[in-house]
Structures are given as C-alpha cells and as structure tokens.
C-alpha cells in the first residue's frame, strides 16, 4: 500500500488532480504515467489509499518522489509500458502529459492493454483563447494554460477535445466519462455537445476503458 509522505504537500490540488482522484474507486491498483512530483499519487494516498505506482523520466522527480515515500521508477512513456503486463493495474493514469509524448497512439493503446480503465487529462487546443491568438496573430499562441512559447515548450503533440475522442474511436476506446472545465477549475455541463466543450473547456479529463473488457 502506498504510504503517505511525512511531509505532505500544503499546495492546493490541480484541478485535473481533484477530478481523476473522484474517478478512482478506493483501494485500486493505480499507476501513474509521468507522475512528476508524486503530487497525485499522494492525493490518491489520502483519498482513495490505492496502492499506487508511478514513473517519471527525470531522476531528480523520482529521488524527491521515493524520498517521500512514494513507488516510484524511472522510465519514459513512449519506450518502457510495453514491459507492463496486460491488465496489472485497475487504473493507468496520464495527467497533463500525453501531449508531451512522442507517440501518443502507442501511449494511449499501452495504457488500455496494462489497465482496465485508462484516465488522460490534457489541455484542450480547440479552446476560444487559443483560437483567437491564432486568427488575431497568426501565431502558436501563449495563454495561462498553455505558457511556454513553442521553441520552449515541451508538447509535441497537441490536440483538440474533439481530436482526443476521435484518437478513442480509432483504439475502439469507450469513454465511460468525460468533464471539461475552465481555468478556474468550473466543470461545463455533460449536456452540451461536444463542441461546446471544445470551445469553451481549457482543459478536460477522460476516463476510458477497452471495448472488449467485461
């Protein structure tokens, strides 16, 4: 079982944090894909008390995360899952990261192969702001949710909300859920169409499971 760091972090949650944990059914088996400072993983500690896992490519984030307490190895996304057996975990968990990956089809097949649910968050492109710094300026735009200039930024794939569910189709993927929310962390309404959520969510969480799982 996972244990809590002595030194739990103070910081108010990720908003994306707060709804992946309601996601997790209490004492699952969670493995956290790029999980950086272990910040979720802590979360779903306290909250749900999983038994979790994580891996994170930067050596200093995973010395600071099995400094506090945490399961914790190196190993890179796109490279190391397929040495993860079928079905291991209860959860796969990609926060914020997928975008960053080299090949995120493979990312996403891995992560429905090693779990039986899959839940991705990412920052939505289609979103108004993003739109209107590309029409206005007819630049890679820069907002709050998406900060770094495009020489600088570590997203190598970026998508839409509506390019994210088409990805699910293509993986035969079912999305069991899915919530879109704003910089504030305000959820839209699950009953406006899936435009809407790609206009006016900035970023959005997916909880997705095999089609061919019971």
């Known amino acids: 079982m996972l244990q809590q760091s002595p030194h739990p972090t103070s910081a108010t949650p990720r908003v994306d944090h707060l709804l992946i944990t309601e996601m997790v059914r ?8 790029g999980c950086g400072d ?22 200093d984030r ?3 995360c099995v400094a506090g ?24 968990i990609l926060s914020l990261t997928i975008q960053a990956t080299r090949q995120p089809k493979r990312v996403l097949e891995n992560l429905l192969r090693i779990a ?25 735009p820069v907002t709050p949710n998406l900060p770094d200039a495009w020489y600088e930024s570590p997203n190598g794939h970026l998508c839409t909300i509506k390019d994210f569910v088409a990805l699910t189709d293509v993986l035969d993927a079912r999305v069991e859920r899915k919530v879109a929310f704003n910089a ?14 790609n206009f006016l969510g900035e970023r959005a969480v997916f909880l997705l499971t095999p089609r061919n799982s019971r």
């Open 62 to 64: 995973v010395n600071a």
């Open 26 to 33: 209490p004492g699952s088996r969670v493995l956290d894909v």
């Open 116 to 140: 039986r649910h899959a839940i991705v968050s990412f920052p939505n492109f289609g979103h108004w702001k993003v739109r209107q710094q590309l029409l206005m300026h007819g630049r890679m």
């Open 38 to 59: 272990g910040a979720l993983l802590h979360l779903l500690a306290e909250r749900r008390q999983v038994d979790g896992r994580g891996i994170e490519v930067a050596r």
């Open 184 to 197: 504030s962390g305000q959820q839209l309404g699950t009953w406006l169409p899936i435009t809407a959520h």
């Open 69 to 92: 307490g945490l399961s914790v190895i190196q190993g890179d996304a796109d490279r190391d899952l397929s040495e993860y057996p079928d079905a291991a975990f209860d959860y796969a």
